[in-house]
């Protein structure tokens, strides 16, 4: 089954191009099915770069999925046209206010690394968003800076401002080959790295309702999960596309930002090289099992999301 998205989206062609299959709202309406529904909470600059990652990832499964993007209430992107967010972007106190339910939630990075999580303009609404999970979202998925702010809005760990950027391609650990969300992972696979923060695994470790997946020796804890309430944070970009890095050591080279050529990413670490791609087969396999664990417990009746899950927060 393909993925749900509005036919003038951006994304819509995009997948279409690349061979996913994509179905239009009345092509949906005619499948005598129930969509899985899929949120995007989209906190980053380039919002249509990430919805086609995301889009991309969630969109290579049997199964067919609808995809709502989500913005916060009041925070105006200054990186994406006002008419697109106006025509694909629902506020989130309009998807609060109407009481539905998702089958998945992703909520994005953003590049407020530097900030206190209290700091951040957004933070009050954005733990609101936490909250609303809990009886609203059957699995919330956080990535980067929106996977460092869930773990510490829940469970108290705390993020860690790094000496120097981590960035490249990192060689990453399985430590879960049982995990459903691992299913056909090899022993390691290579992750893109872009932050100025971490987690460490002794305070993950410290935290018994948690457990690590994926780790590396270089940049630590990568993807972390939350069994009771089916919460994963991921604090690398499996989703980022072969050239993401690329624009973002050649954007801060040519604003004179001091950057170290991203590791393990170019051939011969030289930037005239073009990129590899070492992660896209790992990055269908993670999302592709995500949505396949939610499809095999989430409540058909999507009334009943939420029920089974009380406040857990530590």
């Known amino acids: 089954m393909p993925i749900k998205i509005p036919a003038d989206l951006p994304a819509f062609d995009v997948l279409k191009h690349e061979g996913v299959m994509v179905m239009a709202e009345d092509q949906a309406s005619r499948q005598d099915i129930r969509p ?12 249509i770069q990430t919805e086609n990652q995301f889009a991309r990832l969630i969109g290579a499964t049997p199964l ?3 995809l709502s993007l989500i913005r916060m209430s009041e925070h105006k992107t200054r990186n994406t046209a006002a008419e697109h967010m106006a025509e694909f972007y629902r506020p989130f106190q309009e998807v609060k206010a109407s009481g539905e339910k998702f089958d998945g939630l992703i909520i994005t990075g953003a590049p407020i690394e530097h900030l206190p999580f209290e700091e951040v303009t957004y933070w009050d609404e954005l733990c609101e968003v936490f ?9 919330t998925f956080g990535v980067c800076w ?5 773990i510490n809005y829940f469970h108290g760990v705390q993020k860690h401002i790094l000496d120097h950027k ?17 299913r056909g992972f ?3 696979c290579v992750i893109p790295v872009s932050r100025w923060t971490e987690i460490r695994q002794d305070e993950v470790d410290a935290r018994p309702e948690l457990r690590t997946l994926l780790h590396s020796e270089d940049v630590g804890p990568c993807l972390i999960e939350a069994p009771k309430t089916r919460d994963l944070f991921i604090f690398n970009h499996f989703e980022y596309d072969s050239d993401t890095l690329k624009q973002e050591y ?5 604003e004179g930002t001091p950057i170290n050529v991203p590791s393990n990413y170019y051939p011969d670490d030289d930037p005239s090289n073009p990129p590899q791609n070492r992660w896209r087969s790992h990055a269908h396999l993670l999302y592709g099992n995500w949505i396949s664990e939610i499809y095999q417990t989430t409540p ?6 939420g029920h089974e899950i009380t406040d857990l927060r530590a």
């Open 36 to 47: 899985m529904r899929i949120g995007l909470l989209n906190l980053m600059p380039k919002k």
């Open 250 to 254: 050649d954007r801060d080279v040519s």
């Open 300 to 305: 058909f009746d999507m009334s009943r999301i």
């Open 186 to 188: 090899s022993d390691d």
């Open 131 to 139: 909250d609303w999970t809990r009886t609203h979202v059957h699995s």
């Open 166 to 182: 981590a960035f490249g391609c990192f060689r990453h650990q399985n430590l879960a080959h049982s995990s459903p969300y691992l």
């Open 146 to 150: 929106g996977g460092m702010a869930m």
């Open 64 to 66: 067919q999925l609808e």
